[in-house]
């Protein structure tokens, strides 16, 4: 039922370097693997509701909507930019307390939610990918999107939850070193701000 173009397809677009893995390896290197595992479940979970919003058809609506998607848009990359501005600011500052990163997985897994959830992108992506895999005649289409779209969600955990394991080794050889940990917060904050700023001139 899955072809094998569909199943390679979604495993190189998850593995593709975006804000969501971004945000699960930056989060793994500077909080630890228990965060990271929050951020790879907070990123997938936010691809449901363009999931859905494709699986209904409203993605078109959006498409038509400039307003809507200019909106979102200048959401998510003012979210982004929120991000990189926090990082760069508590540069040289950085703390490793385990404790309160175990109370703030919750935090974590919903910033991680919201990094994708305001990418008007991701709808849009979602409705030109999903329909080329449905067949021709086919007499279920809705449940066939359905199905793909939660092979996809699969993926996308199970890609993002090895780039946080990856993360979490590589914390524990660069957290003894501050310069290397400086050097790294500054360069993921300036990738936010890049995948901002990118975001803010997207076209539909």
């Not at 490793?96 to 709808?123: H, T, Y």
């Amino acid at each position: 039922m899955f072809s094998t173009e569909f199943l390679l397809s979604s495993l190189i677009i998850v593995m593709l370097p975006g804000t969501g893995v971004i945000y699960t390896v930056s989060t793994g290197l500077f909080t630890g693997r228990r965060a990271s595992v929050a951020a790879a479940i907070g990123c997938t979970f936010g691809c449901v509701p363009h999931l859905l919003i494709s699986i209904l058809g409203l993605s078109a609506l959006l498409h038509l909507s400039a307003e809507a998607f200019q909106i979102l848009k200048y959401l998510g990359a003012a979210y982004l930019l929120y991000l990189a501005w926090g990082m760069w600011r508590e540069n040289g500052r950085l703390t490793i307390d385990e404790k309160r990163c175990q109370q703030g997985m919750q935090a974590v897994a919903i910033k991680g939610f919201l990094i994708n959830i305001l990418n008007p992108k991701l709808s849009m992506f979602f409705l030109a990918f999903m329909p080329q895999f449905v067949p021709l005649g086919s007499p279920t289409p809705v449940l066939h999107l359905t199905l793909l779209s939660v092979i996809f969600m699969l993926i996308t955990l199970v890609v993002f939850l090895l780039y946080a394991l990856f993360a979490g080794t590589v914390r524990d050889y660069v957290v003894g070193s501050p310069h290397i940990l400086n050097r790294l917060q500054r360069g993921f904050a300036v990738a936010f701000a890049a995948l901002g700023a990118k975001l803010a001139m997207a076209e539909r």
